[in-house]
């Protein structure tokens, strides 16, 4: 950890040097954090002693966006592709988030996303939701139970359905399944509460 811009309290500091370093010695891959560093990139490598595993995360808080990240993309594009990269700036980066949770904690959580995605081996997407994520994941359920409902319900009887049922099928529930469903899962498989509620909504 490279705090030039004092971002971090003494014990967030000290905790967060811990994670890296037990992740470093775990899977080989070092994270270096650098808040308010305004020297050239090649200057940065040198100052981290980045080599091939090598993945360093600027946070500048003058910028549009705060966070950068810079690594050997040879050796990295296999675990983590250039599209998490960016999901992360653009979830943990954003002046709003800034904003709301402040310079520190956004940088922690960017931090812990990058920490979890090496610690596994890699991954393809972001893990975890974003809030704006659940809240779409919530209205493609609700809207898609709905709309099943209504298709259904226009029907003369059980035995004789409404030919908007087979339209429903056809067009929302790949839609629904994409992203009501798909996307709780591959991002955080080892919590299926969301999932189910998600069921439980569309059923109701």
Known sequence: LFDYA???TPERASALTAELTELESSTGWKVRVVTG???AINDLYRTTRADRKTVIMTADEFKGNVLEFYYDT???KEVIPKNVFQEMRGRYGNKYYVDE???E???V???EALRGCLARGGCAFV???SPQQREFSLVAVITGGFLFGAATAAGKSAAEPSPWTGVFIAIWVPWVFAFGFYPLYVRQPEDLT???QNAALFAA
């Open 105 to 107: 904690t956004a940088v």
């Open 127 to 129: 893990p975890g939701l």
């Open 194 to 196: 969301p999932l189910i």
């Open 109 to 111: 959580d960017a931090t």
């Open 37 to 39: 560093y305004e020297g």
């Open 6 to 8: 004092g971002v971090f």
């Open 74 to 76: 040879s050796s990295l």
């Open 101 to 103: 949770e402040g310079l």
